[in-house]
Antibody, heavy 118, light 111 residues
Framework: QLQLQESGPGLVKPSETLSLTCTVS??????????WGWIRQPPGKGLDWIGS???????YYNPSLKSRVTISADTSKNQLSLKLNSVTAADTAVYYC??????????WGQGTLVTVSS | QSALTQPASVSRSPGQSITISCSGT?????????VSWYQQHPGKAPKLMIY???DRPSGVSHRFSGSKSGNTASLTISGLQAEDEADYYC???????????FGGGTKLTVL
């Protein structure tokens, strides 16, 4: 069964790097036609697009985060990763990974809450 | 501020219909037929309800439909049911380097 599962620390200190992994089961992140992306949602707020990666390695980032974010893939482990550096309290959110086709996220992980606090 | 504009909240009675708008520009909604709509219940991940402006994924009720006119897309829900009460988000492909942009979300209350 196709599933996405986010994992990583639930608490990150200000100015440090947030690192999350999305493990994909039931599909290959190397398969063409799909993008794989990260989306976040601050508590009580709307969805915020972080960025996406195509199987070829091309990446696309939200301009507001571009200087701090890196999305990459480990095809041997079928995992997608997110790194966001120099975090502040404003980066506190539920982080979702998703499978995307024609800009539609048809499959989502359950999400993981990351809190930025000292 | 979100790239796409949605009303913050709407409300209707059960059995009625509702249309939620999503306004963008020619660089996103108006320029491509890649508009999607998501439903999100509290504490849950968003669920894709409409893609490619008006297509429904398998399993999504026919009460949900999508359309587009110019730079504005719309989601219509007919025969409202209590379970439709949720937050709804639109998104679109964008020609900017971002790839995808979201609307700010609309809270639907079924009275």
């Amino acid at each position: 069964q196709l599933q996405l599962q986010e994992s990583g620390p639930g608490l990150v200190k200000p100015s440090e790097t947030l690192s999350l992994t999305c493990t994909v089961s039931g599909d290959s992140i190397s398969r063409s036609s799909y993008y794989w992306g990260w989306i976040r949602q601050p508590p009580g707020k709307g969805l915020d697009w972080i960025g996406s990666l195509y199987y070829s390695g091309s990446t696309y980032y939200n301009p507001s985060l571009k200087s701090r974010v890196t999305i990459s893939a480990d095809t041997s482990k079928n995992q997608l990763s997110l790194k966001l550096n120099s975090v502040t309290a404003a980066d506190t959110a539920v982080y979702y990974c998703a499978r995307i086709k024609r800009a539609a996220a048809g499959l989502w992980g359950q999400g993981t809450l990351v809190t930025v606090s000292s | 501020q979100s790239a796409l504009t949605q009303p913050a909240s709407v409300s209707r009675s059960p059995g009625q219909s509702i249309t939620i708008s999503c306004s963008g520009t020619s660089s996103d909604v108006g320029g491509y037929n890649y508009v999607s709509w998501y439903q999100q219940h509290p504490g849950k991940a968003p669920k894709l309800m409409i893609y490619d402006v008006s297509d429904r994924p398998s399993g999504v009720s026919h009460r949900f439909s999508g359309s587009k006119s110019g730079n504005t897309a719309s989601l219509t829900i007919s025969g409202l049911q209590a379970e439709d009460e949720a937050d709804y988000y639109c998104s679109s492909y964008t020609s900017s380097s971002t790839h995808v942009v979201f609307g700010g979300g609309t809270k639907l209350t079924v009275l």
